[in-house]
């Protein structure tokens, strides 16, 4: 007879499977499910997390603008410093 798993517990599980680092198989052991059982929520979860085309293009731009902004941030406090050191220099 199948075992009823809640909805957390399959979250829980393929959160494990996909970060851990361990195999499948040592995770569908450990939790006590079949390997194939953990291989559909698996492949269900990564079905429901399909981004659509222009989300993902969206996504592609906002970590491309993040970066960027990363980069501006540190090129000023460079000029922030310079200018605070030429300033000293100063007699």
């Not at 079905?47 to 659509?52: C, D, I, L, S, Y």
């Amino acid at each position: 007879m199948a075992a009823i798993h809640s909805d957390e517990f399959k979250r829980d599980a393929v959160r494990i499977a996909l970060t851990s680092g361990l195999t499948r198989r040592q995770v569908a052991s450990d939790l006590g499910i079949g390997l194939s059982t953990l291989g559909k929520w698996v492949r269900a979860v990564s079905e429901e997390a399909k981004v659509p085309a222009q989300d993902a293009e969206l996504l592609r731009e906002n970590e491309r603008l993040c970066k960027e902004n990363r980069i501006l941030r540190e090129e000023r406090e460079v000029l922030k410093r310079a200018t605070i050191f030429f300033a000293a220099q100063k007699p």
